[in-house]
């Protein structure tokens, strides 16, 4: 079984930054694509950054130009560094990952989600 851990959500006052960490761990072979996706309340999960295995990358425009996404693919790890928060960041951030535990399939899972909170 594969399992997508995060870490670093948080509370923190508009203009702040945080630095949001999915490990993924289990029986992995490779790693797709990885992403973050956020569910703020009342809303559809929406797409904030996506990046392939390739190092392509893909941000939401909202956060274009104040989040980062990154990868340690040697530690099954995706980064989001999300600087000069805004209250409408706020919202339940979750991890995606194409994992293959196999080389001929892929299977996406998804971490349990980390609260980030902006104040202004």
């Known amino acids: 079984q594969v399992q997508l851990v995060e870490s670093g959500g948080g509370l923190v006052q508009a203009g702040g930054s945080l630095r949001l960490s999915c490990a993924a761990s289990?029986?992995?072979?490779?790693?797709?694509?990885m992403g973050w996706y956020r569910q703020a309340p009342g809303n559809q999960r929406e797409l904030v950054a996506v990046i392939t295995s390739g190092g392509t990358i893909n941000y939401a425009d909202s956060v274009k130009g104040r989040f980062t996404i990154s990868r340690d693919n040697a530690k099954n790890t995706v980064y989001l560094q999300m600087s000069d928060l805004k209250p409408e960041d706020t919202a339940v951030y979750y991890c995606?990952?194409?994992?293959?535990?196999?080389?001929?399939?892929?299977?996406?899972?998804w971490g349990q989600g980390t609260q980030v909170t902006v104040y202004s």
């Open positions: 289990g029986s992995i072979v490779s790693i797709d694509a």
């Open positions: 995606n990952g194409g994992i293959r535990s196999t080389w001929y399939r892929v299977t996406e899972y």
